[in-house]
């Protein structure tokens, strides 16, 4: 069992950044999870937004984030960071973190996922 917290959302204007954070308790090893992050705005499904492997030895980013989203985890603190920058209003959702067993590939797929946290909004203004 993996309980998952996510923080560090806000308002904040575009071209500004923000860092969101995942902290995750439980009983299993942080380590042996895919941690995700996944978003959604109103009116629209849930979307991948970029993930990271077990050791954070590779990431996956969605291309309407790359080159302005970047992941990281410290399995020490049982914590995973995604540091948003050059933020526009359509990145404007709630962000949720999401943690995955069974395998080290990094899926886009909501179903695949086994804990979830309860989201942190970001609001982006023009």
């Known amino acids: 069992q993996v309980q998952l917290v996510e923080s560090g959302g806000g308002l904040v204007q575009a071209g500004g950044s923000l860092r969101l954070s995942c902290a995750s308790s439980?009983?299993?090893?942080?380590?042996?999870?895919?941690i995700t992050w996944f978003r959604q705005a109103p009116g629209k499904e849930r979307e991948f937004v970029v993930g990271i492997s077990w050791r954070g030895g590779s990431t996956r980013v969605a291309d309407s984030v790359r080159g302005r989203f970047t992941i990281s985890r410290d399995n020490a603190k049982n914590t995973v960071y995604l540091q948003m920058n050059s933020l526009k209003p359509s990145d404007t959702a709630a962000y949720y973190c999401?943690?995955?067993?069974?395998?080290?590939?990094?899926?886009?797929?909501?179903?695949?996922?086994?804990?979830w946290g309860q989201g942190t909004q970001v609001t982006v203004s023009s």
């Open positions: 999401a943690a995955k067993s069974g395998g080290a590939t990094i899926s886009a797929n909501v179903r695949l996922y086994d804990y």
């Open positions: 439980g009983r299993t090893s942080f380590s042996n999870y895919v």
